[in-house]
């Protein structure tokens, strides 16, 4: 099982960054696609931003041009760098490892503890 552990959240002002971490040993080899998500208190889960095997990246509008996902195949780990915060960025964020279906990448599919941001205004 490829099973991700978050790291780097914290509070910070409006205008601010973080990064936020996301190890996930084995997820390279694995072919896992690695996703963020984030939920705010009392609203439902949001999809933030996903990267592919081959290097592949997408946002969602809320955050595109703000947030960067990159990674670090050396150490296994995903980044997700976010700038320009703002109070409503304010939430939970968990990485989850997948396997979009993939055989191969079946030990996917897990998700993080969840690391908690908070952007005050």
């Known amino acids: 099982q490829v099973q991700p552990v978050e790291s780097g959240g914290g509070s910070v002002q409006a205008g601010g960054s973080l990064t936020l971490s996301c190890t996930a040993p084995?997820?390279?080899?694995?072919?896992?696609?690695l996703d963020w998500y984030r939920q705010a208190a009392g609203k439902e889960r949001e999809w933030v931003s996903s990267?592919?095997?081959?290097?592949?990246?997408v946002y969602a509008d809320s955050v595109k041009g703000r947030f960067t996902i990159s990674k670090d195949k050396a150490k296994d780990t995903v980044y997700l760098q976010m700038n320009s915060l703002k109070p409503e960025d304010t939430a939970t964020y968990s990485c989850?490892?997948?396997?979009?279906?993939?055989?191969?990448?079946?030990?996917?599919?897990?998700w993080g503890q969840g690391t908690q941001v908070t952007v005050s205004s």
């Open positions: 084995g997820f390279i080899a694995s072919r896992c696609d």
């Open positions: 989850k490892t997948d396997s979009r279906g993939s055989w191969f990448s079946r030990g996917c599919n897990n």
């Open positions: 990267l592919n095997p081959d290097g592949r990246t």
